[in-house]
Every structure is written in C-alpha cells, then in structure tokens.
DNA sequence: CGTATGTTTATTATTATTAAAGACAGTGAG
DNA sequence: CTCACTGTCTTTAATAATAATAAACATACG
C-alpha cells in the first residue's frame, strides 16, 4: 500500500553500477553530493546506502563509505511496474476513444480504464476533471464519468470555434515580412500537396496527416497557449471523426488539397482578404464534412 | 474511513418522517418504490430499513413492512460534515488568490489547502488539473503544483485571445435583426452607462461590474460553450487586476466608458467595420491597463 | 408471470499509510 | 571558528485498502 518505491529502487540500482565503476576501498561522495547527482533527495540516498551497508558493499563509518566488494546480479532490486504518468495517457485515451469508436453517451469506467491503461485510478480521475473543461466528458451527479463529448453540437460549436482562431492566424499570417520561416515551410508543403495530388488514387489515405501538419503550419505563427490548447483538441476530433467517414474519402481529400493550395497561393499574395476568403471557405468544406460523418455514424444527438 | 455514508444517513431520516406520516399499523411501499421515491439505490434503502427493524420502528416481515411506532428524537441519525464540491471550490479557490494576493511561482500545498476549503485533497487535485488546461497552475515535475498564471506573458495572450474571440462577437452582432434581445439590452446598458457618467467623480468604482456585465452582454449573441468557457476565465483575471491597480482609476474608468458608448453607436449604426474599430480600440486600452497594473504591482516575470 | 426481495458483484469516494522531500540542528575535520 | 556533512524530524503527496453505494442477478411469493 501507499506510494511506490521506483525512485528508491532507481537510485539504489544506480548506485551499486556507480560503486562497481570505482575501486575497491575507495570513498564514496557526500550524501548531498549523490543527492544532487542522481536527481532524488538525500532521504532516498540514506535508505539506499543503509541497504548497501547491509549487503556488505560498502561500510558507513560516520562520514566514510568505503567500497568493499563488487556487486552481484542478486543485489540489485526489482522495482514496481511503472505507471504511466497523465501526459502519456491523454494520447492513449483519445486513441481508445478514436479506435473503439467508443459512442456518446458512454458512462466510462474509472476503475476498469485504470487497469486496461496501466494508470492509477487518480490519474484517470484528475485527466477527466482536466478533459471536462471541454466538454468531452462530465462527471455524473453521483460520481462517475460519461464521455459526452463528439456530438453534433460539440461538433458545430467546436468548428466554429476553430474558423475564428484560424482565420485570426490566416489574417496575420499575410502580413509577415518574406523573411519570416513560414513562407519556406508553406513552399515545402505546397510541394507536398502537389505530390500528393499525383498520386492521390493510390494514396489518399496520406491526407489526414498533411492536413493536420498544414494546419498546424498555419496556426504556428500566433504564438499563444490558449490557441495551442484548443489546437490539440480541435486537430483530434477533426482527424477522428474523418477517420470514421470512408465515403467519398478519395474526392473528398482531393478537394481539400485544392482548397489548401489555393489558399497558400492567396496568403502568396499578401491579400488578406483574398486569403480569409479562401480560409473561410475551406474550413466551411470541414465542417460540413465534419457534420455528414457525424449522421453516416449516427452517433448525433 | 472509506467514503461518508451521508446518502445512508440522510435516507434513513427521510424515511423516518415517511413513516411518522403514516399510521402505525400501515405497510411501507416496496423497496424499489421507496428508492426511485428518495433517489437512492436500494441497496441504502435496505440499510435504512434493516436500522428501522432493529429499533423496533417497523417490522419486516417477509414483504411486510408494519410500522410499528413513532419515531423520537434519538433515532435521528447525524450525517458527517458534507465537503464542498468542485463548483464551490473555482470561486472559493479564485477569490482566495484574489484576495490574498498570491504571486505567481507560490508551491500550492494541497494538504493544507484542502483543510483550509474543507474539500477532499483529492477534489483540490482535480479542480487543479482541470485549471492547468488554461496554465493558472503547473504541475511540478514530481508531484505539486505551483500557481503559475498571472504573470504578465499570460496576461498579453490572453487580452490578444480575448480580442480574438471579441471581435468575432462584435462582427457578428452587427449583422442580428432589430427584433433581437440584445439591442434592447444594449439600450438599457447605455442608459447605465450615461447615469454612471453623471455621478463618475463618486461611484467610480462601480464600474467593475458594469463592465463585466457590457462585455459579457456582446458575447452572449455567440452561442458556444467554448467562447463561455473562455469568458470566464478572462473576465476573472480581468476583474482581478484591475482591483490591484488603483492608480488613474477614476479617469481610466470614465474613459472606458466613453469607449463603451462609442461602441453601443457603432453598433447601433449597424456599420461592421466602424463596430470592429471602436471594439478593437477599446480592447487595447483595456490590454494596456492589465499591463500597467502588473507592473506596478511586481507580479510579473 | 410479474413484481418484490435476497444475494452477489462492481465501482467509486475517501481514509490510512508509506515514500519522498525538505528543514533543522548537531558534529567534526580543517 | 566555520563550513560541509550527517542524523533526526516534519511535512507533503502518491497510492492501496476500505466502506459506501449502485447495479446486476437470482430467487421467491402472490
């Protein structure tokens, strides 16, 4: 019960490698000396040498610690399975979510979810609270979790939402001086969307990741955490839900290139408004392909 | 140990004076009628019934439920202190950084915040995680958290944000039919506004919430949950500041409301662009003003 | 045969407990 | 003397254990 002793372990385990690299009969450094070496505090250090000193590796005395013997395979001890921690876990979530096709409306199983992920239970608990802050999932009156996000609604409003942060990036992007980085990665992904254009039978399954690192492209030059922020949530369940909707996938994908192309050649231009316009009108075409995959899988509210 | 048993405990007393309402000698409904009556399982109802046949209130017999005497005083049972829940917690937690003026960079200790709330560490550490979705707070690296936001980089992206989302309301106000609500609501905020004007040099202060109110009027024609989300969280941080700075109040006070009034006019006009000017300038004062006030007041990094 | 009750299982909220961090004071070598 | 080092103690956060609850299932009664 209670905590686990991975960083106790670690240290432990680092020490016996750093006692084997030094000689026989040498001193070892100051309690605060390997503290700050190996990155925990003195209390983790003292246990560990306090183990050491048991299994005749070395001998406190007072301030010395002398090395006495090598250290063998059975010393060296097994800590507990490592959890992962909240950042690892928001893309598995999201994930299980996108691969199970997990519908709204689903109560969401701490206790289980916890297992199946290798999380503690409190992780998963403080990862919701963070997620309800978007409405993607609400806690129950009584306790629980019901995942409620990724509804036709969310879906409009999240959309809308999207346009005006783009359209705010689109804007200042068109008035950056020709020196600035992003006109040569617009030039690399132009050449990208051509590429893909010419072999878009084959390949279209290509787009959804093009399309994520040209929006991405885009809204990098407003350096804001706010913008960043919803820029994770928006590019998920954008690229979820299209990965739902197979029809059309092909034209639909060869639209978009267009759309994307025509709006580098627009923000080229240094027109604003012929860029905004040409913003507007692709991220319109999302969100109406965002809304037909939402009814082909009925998962709508 | 273990979770309170108030849902038990509140229960049972319910259902105490059920029964004080009904003659002795009657039968209690079923157990699945008293659950869905009381809006609990039944496996509380069942505690609560079992406690009752122990002291000699009912009889259960069977699918017999008898009642068998009055209840008293001392059957009564006390609940355990209830904690606050999440929602208590955001303007508790706020007001309390607000108040005590509390520097970016503070450690929050959860142990002695969640006694001094009367919540759940745990409910503390949610509410925490669900904050560090907008930075306010930062996880440390091992375990803790530090209260991170109002520095003043935070405070820039943020007023740029608000522009952001504002100016999209402003926009798409211009454009709703005369019948809509908000022109009625912009009438009546006018008329607050020029009656505070009249009386500016005395009730200066009285401005704070008349803001709050104007600017969350021009966002209320936008309905999405996530510029509310949004809202919120400016408008805190907003309100926050401007209460430290108190310098030039009174003439920064009369000065955003001439910018309000204008603002009423240009949408009034129903000309975008001049709305979109007078909204954008309005907005800028109010970024320089959260500068100047984190400056003076050494908060900043 | 349907409704009510008895029983079991699953799941959550909260406490108790331990690991770790850090503070403080004492000690001894230079 | 003093400064780095160690011994001890306090505080804090992460996790396991646990009681309370909900829900599912099985059984019995009318």
Chains 1, 2 share one sequence.
Not at 176 to 186: F, K, N, S, V, Y
Not at 197 to 226: G, W, Y
Not at 236 to 258: C, G, M, S
């Amino acid at each position: 019960m209670a905590r686990t002793n991975t960083r106790f372990v670690e240290a432990h385990n680092e020490l016996l490698t750093l006692c084997d690299k030094m000689e026989i009969g040498d001193f070892l450094p100051s309690e605060n000396a390997l503290s700050s070496q190996l990155g925990v505090s003195r209390t983790v250090i003292r246990s560990a040498l306090a183990r050491l000193d048991e299994l005749a590796i070395i001998a406190l005395d007072g301030r010395e610690k002398i090395i006495k013997r090598r250290s063998a395979k059975d010393d060296r001890l097994d800590g507990p399975p490592v959890l992962l921690g909240i950042e690892e876990l928001e893309s598995r979530f999201l994930d299980w979510v996108l691969r199970m096709d997990v519908p709204p409306g689903t109560v969401l199983n701490v206790a289980q979810l916890s297992k199946d992920f290798s999380v503690a239970t409190h992780t998963l608990q403080e990862f919701f609270s963070s997620l309800s802050r978007f409405g993607i999932v609400v806690r129950r009156p009584r306790g629980g979790w019901v995942l409620h996000g990724f509804t036709k609604n969310y879906a409009v409003e999240l959309s809308d939402f999207r346009t005006v942060l783009e359209l705010n990036s689109v804007r200042h992007l068109a008035t950056l001086p020709p020196e600035h980085d992003i006109w040569a990665r617009l030039d690399d992904l132009e050449q990208e969307h051509l590429s893909l254009l010419e072999r878009i039978d084959e390949d279209f399954h290509d787009f959804s990741p093009l399309d994520e690192k040209f929006h991405a492209a885009i809204n990098s030059v407003v350096t804001n955490r706010f913008v960043k922020e919803f820029q994770k949530i928006i590019s998920l369940v954008f690229h979820y839900h299209f990965q739902w909707n197979k029809t059309h996938e092909r034209d639909r994908n060869e639209d978009a290139i267009r759309e994307h192309l025509t709006l580098i050649e627009a923000l080229r231009s240094r027109d604003a408004d012929k860029a905004e316009a040409a913003a507007r009108r692709h991220l319109a075409t999302s969100k109406q392909t965002l809304l037909t995959s939402l009814e082909t899988n009925r998962h709508a509210t």
